[in-house]
């Protein structure tokens, strides 16, 4: 109970400092949230979204899995973004990895952790795809850096194929969905310059980008 109690003693003590400096906040926070961004992101402890960027309670509405996987059937999945898309309307879908990924390592090396095995398939997947670049890398630091690179730019492309995805673009809502990877070692988020505003641009923009990341392996 100690570790729990530390918990609730820090939580009060971070309330009490947000309504010092900003009494209002709670109220606003409760009547609404109208986030711009939807985080897709790793389950990681170390990446923590709103603290990574900036940003406050209700400004980023976030999803975390293992390995920042985009399932489409995937109904939790599928469900944020259909949320986020049409009920919250966010304006910007964020794909987010990150260099050390204990989850893209474990599918690199065909490591066996448990009932998560299931899941890494579709990293294992992102691997098969790419399997002739990872392969003309020197070592295995860079082909797992390597992985959870190109694993972003397949799971970008998994959300512009989803249906809530393609509808919004098709009725002309702005959406823009974005490729990002976090560094563990500098705490820095890079642009992995995969940004699409639209269904016709995609297929392009998933092109270039691969293209990218392939030559520089070479």
């Known amino acids: 109970m100690d570790a729990l109690n530390r918990l609730f003693a820090q939580n009060r003590q971070w309330a009490n400092s947000i309504t010092k400096h900003d009494p209002d906040f709670f109220k606003r926070l409760s009547e609404q949230q109208k986030p ?49 898309v049409d009920v919250l309307k966010v304006r910007h879908i964020l794909v987010v990895g990150h260099y050390g990924c204990g989850g893209v390592k474990a599918a690199l090396r065909c490591e066996r952790v448990g009932l998560a095995d299931k899941w890494l398939r579709h990293v294992e997947k992102v691997k098969d795809i790419h399997r002739e670049c990872l392969c003309s890398l020197p070592d295995s630091g860079a082909q797992e850096d390597r992985l959870c690179e190109l694993n972003v730019i397949e799971q970008v492309a998994h959300v512009c194929s989803t249906e809530t995805v393609q509808e919004a673009w098709a009725r002309g809502q702005f959406l823009m969905i974005h490729g990002c990877i976090y560094g563990l070692k500098d705490g820095l988020l890079q642009d992995m310059k995969i940004n699409v505003a639209s269904a016709e641009e995609a297929p392009r923009v998933y092109a270039s980008a691969v293209a990218r990341y392939q030559s520089t392996a070479e």
């Not at 711009?36 to 406050?56: F, H, K, P």
């Not at 489409?72 to 986020?84: E, G, K, R």
């Open 36 to 84: 711009e961004y939807l985080w897709i992101g790793c389950s990681d402890s170390r990446v923590t979204a709103n603290q990574i960027v900036g940003l406050q309670p209700g400004e980023v509405f976030v999803h975390r899995n293992i390995a920042n996987v985009v399932d489409p059937d995937d109904l939790n999945c599928a469900s944020v973004i259909q949320f986020a």
